[in-house]
């Protein structure tokens, strides 16, 4: 079989009845994460506004469809954009490390907004997320990543589309030659670009939520018989040969239906590149054991892949100076720099990016490439804090970051970070009654129900 074939086929056939308890157990915290990321964005994040007046103007505000933290319904394309963009806007929501990939955002709005469109119930919706999060996965892998950021691309993005065409192709109940075509419809809109990274833009929220979007009409259009290209991940001029130098066609189908490239899924405790947070991890335990005051900080290094000194430490210059945040988001002197001075790295603390003992700091605090930290990936996104403080140097290393698989948050870990960012929007109450329905969504009559619940009231209730 075809790379697509098989992965149509596998999507075709998912039933939430048949996976590994596990698997659905863990989808379930997934959805709970991303549904905390974007309700506060719906609030904080300074994109917001202008994404929704924009949707506002091209008519995508007209339908039932919901989107979570919002009163307003919304078509259910408009619905897709933003909720996809809303669970990315945070730069918080779950990670996997070999892949390079954020799959949560562009996959589960697409999912929930295909099962609104439908009627369908929460196991279907199950179904296609699980679906989802496969093929995105697996795609990056295939790529591999590397190479694909090499090119200058962004992956959950480009492998987001896919994904979310198989969850929504799912959720409607396409067949194999369904979901195929929904794939190849979905080649002509794979797009991202790493360009965010020169100004701190926030392109890179909007095209994760692109994907969703464009992964909800590539199914749509499938399922109104519409033909997509054949051979769409394999071909010739396909997504594999032509977005990566080297692909490896193979490594998308290892082991498929057998192991669960979601499980590999981790979570993010900080809102921010996830190849900053083994750093963050390694300064926060030093400030602890040393009981470290920020201006006994004589200079610290975080030792890095050269995949992640793309990211967050280079160019350095730029790096040490952010102005925004994205670059806040995206520069290792910075939350090094918060972690040191503060003791955490919380939405909040992009409130001190101008802050002077922060900016006293951002000097003293260089990335650089580290030959024993490159050798950790891309199976672990590792870090290595080199401190210099007191007359003295101290080392932490972390090969695994708090929230990737290996070290994952207990579930009242995860429910604390949800109820850190959606009880300021929507109340303790009415949020906690979502994160019961997130925990509960495959036993759910209707998936839409979920998203009632994620709509702020006027009386401060949630939707019943």
Not at 384 to 398: D, E, I, N, P, S
Request: one cysteine or more; glycine letters at 10%.
């Amino acid at each position: 079989m075809t790379v697509t074939s098989a992965l149509s086929a596998f999507t075709a056939g998912l039933r939430t009845e048949a996976l590994p308890p596990e698997v659905v157990a863990r989808a379930r915290l997934l959805v709970l994460d991303l549904l905390g990321n974007a309700v506060r964005a719906r609030r904080d994040a300074e994109s917001t506004p202008p994404l929704l007046a924009a949707v506002r103007a091209l008519g995508l505000d007209r339908g039932e469809a919901r989107v979570v933290g919002d009163s307003a319904t919304f078509s259910p394309a408009g619905a897709a954009l933003v909720n996809a963009t809303l669970g990315h806007s945070l730069d918080f929501d779950d990670t996997h490390a070999e892949a390079v990939l954020h799959p949560g955002a562009p996959v589960i709005p697409a999912a929930l907004a295909a099962a609104e469109m439908t009627g369908a119930s929460g196991a279907e919706a199950m179904a296609g997320i699980v679906a989802g999060y496969e093929v995105a996965l697996r795609l990056a892998l295939a790529l591999p990543a590397g190479a694909h950021y090499d090119r200058g691309f962004h992956p959950s993005a480009t492998c987001g589309a896919f994904g979310a065409a198989a969850a929504a192709a799912r959720v409607f109940g396409l067949d194999a030659a369904g979901v195929a075509s929904a794939l190849g419809i979905a080649l002509s809109q794979s797009a991202g670009s790493l360009q965010f990274l020169a100004n701190g833009a926030w392109t890179k929220r909007f095209q994760v939520g692109w994907a969703g979007m464009a992964g909800l009409a590539a199914a749509a259009l499938a399922r109104e018989g519409f033909k997509g290209a054949a051979d769409p991940i394999e071909g010739k001029h396909g997504f594999l040969n032509a977005y990566a130098p080297s692909p490896n066609p193979s490594r998308a189908l290892r082991d498929l239906g057998d192991v669960f490239e979601l499980m590999a899924t981790g979570v993010k405790p900080y809102p921010s590149c996830r190849w900053g947070h083994a750093g963050i991890d390694a300064a926060l335990a030093l400030r602890a054991e040393l009981g470290l005051k920020p201006e006994e900080v004589e200079g610290a290094t975080l030792g890095l892949s050269r995949a992640a000194l793309l990211l967050v430490g280079e160019p350095a210059a730029r790096k040490a100076d952010p102005q925004n945040v994205v670059d806040g988001q995206f520069s290792g002197p910075f939350v090094i720099a918060c972690a040191l001075a503060t003791g955490r790295m919380d939405w909040d603390s992009y409130g001190l990016l101008h802050d002077p003992t922060i900016r006293a700091l951002l000097p003293r605090i260089a990335c650089a490439h580290d030959e024993e930290i490159e050798a950790e990936f891309p199976a672990n996104m590792s870090g290595k804090l080199t401190l210099r403080a007191r007359g003295q140097v101290f080392t932490r290393k972390v090969v695994v970051p708090k929230g990737e698989p290996a070290n994952f948050p207990t579930d009242g870990e995860l429910r604390a970070k949800f109820a850190g960012l959606a009880d300021a929007v929507l109340g303790a109450g009415p949020a906690a009654r979502l994160a019961e329905g997130a925990l509960r969504l495959d036993r759910l009559n209707e998936a839409a129900t979920l998203l009632h619940l994620a709509a702020p009231q006027a009386d401060g209730r949630a939707a019943a």
